[in-house]
C-alpha cells in the first residue's frame, strides 16, 4: 500500500500548497510542485504587471490586509506578496512607474519592443511546457523504466525539437532539415502512441496552442 502524502515546503512556497491540493497531491516520492509554482507564478505576474508603483501599492496592501483578513485567506496574501516585489524587479526592467516611464532608455520597452516580447513571452513559453515535460519524465523513471519513461513524457519535447528543424528547413529551403525533422517528428509522434495511447495524439494541435497562449504574459501586460 503506498504511504500517505504530505508536502513539506519552505516558507516562500508553503502558501502554493492551497492551489496545488486543488489539482490533487503527488504521489508519494513523486516532485512536488508548490516551490516551482512560487517562483514561476511570481515571475509571471510580474512580468505581466511590471510597474514599480503598482508593484509598491501591492506590497503595501497585501503587507496590511494580511493582518486582518481571516487566517485562510492569509496564503493568498503572502503570494500576492511575493508576486508584487517581482513587479517592482520588471518594473525597473521596463522602466515604469503607475504607467509612466521614468527612465528615457529601459531595458524593455512594452510598447515599442513589441516583436521582442511576443519572442520573450514564446520563448517562456517553450521552457515552462518543457521543464513540466522533463519532471514529468523524472515522476515516470520512479514506477518505470527509462524507455517505457522516455515515450510517455520524452517524446513530446523531441517532437518539438523535430518540428522546430523541420519549420527551420522549410525557411532556409533546406530539404536535408526537412527530412530529418520530419522524420525525428513522425517518431516522436509513434512514440507517444506507443507510451500513452492513440487518443494522445489529439493533445498535437493543444502543445502548439498552449505555447503560443503564452503570448498573453505580454497581451495582459501592454
Do not use: C
Amino acid at each position: 500500500k503506498d504511504a500517505p502524502d504530505a508536502l513539506n515546503n519552505t516558507a516562500w512556497a508553503k502558501p502554493l500548497e492551497s492551489r496545488i491540493e486543488v489539482y490533487g497531491l503527488p504521489q508519494y516520492g513523486e516532485i512536488a510542485p508548490p516551490l516551482l509554482m512560487a517562483f514561476t507564478i511570481t515571475l509571471f505576474f510580474g512580468f505581466m504587471l511590471g510597474d514599480v508603483g503598482y508593484g509598491i501599492v501591492t506590497l503595501a496592501l497585501t503587507l496590511v490586509l494580511g493582518r486582518v483578513l481571516p487566517v485562510a485567506l492569509k496564503p493568498i496574501f503572502q503570494v500576492i506578496a511575493l508576486s508584487a516585489l517581482a513587479t517592482i524587479a520588471f518594473g525597473f526592467v521596463f522602466g515604469e512607474v503607475f504607467g509612466y516611464e521614468f527612465v528615457e532608455h529601459p531595458l524593455l520597452n512594452r510598447v515599442h519592443d513589441i516583436n521582442t516580447m511576443i519572442l520573450i513571452s514564446i520563448a517562456v513559453g517553450v521552457l515552462h511546457i518543457n521543464f513540466g515535460f522533463m519532471l514529468g519524465l523524472l515522476n515516470e523513471l520512479k514506477h518505470h523504466s527509462f524507455i517505457t519513461a522516455f515515450f510517455r513524457k520524452g517524446a513530446w519535447i523531441t517532437l518539438q525539437v523535430g518540428a522546430g528543424i523541420l519549420a527551420y528547413g522549410f525557411m532556409q529551403a533546406n530539404q536535408v532539415l526537412q527530412i530529418g525533422g520530419a522524420v525525428l517528428s513522425v517518431a516522436s509522434i509513434l512514440m507517444v502512441i506507443k507510451g500513452e495511447g492513440f487518443l494522445r495524439i489529439v493533445e498535437l494541435p493543444a502543445l502548439l496552442s498552449n505555447t503560443l497562449s503564452y503570448i498573453r504574459l505580454y497581451a495582459i501586460g501592454l
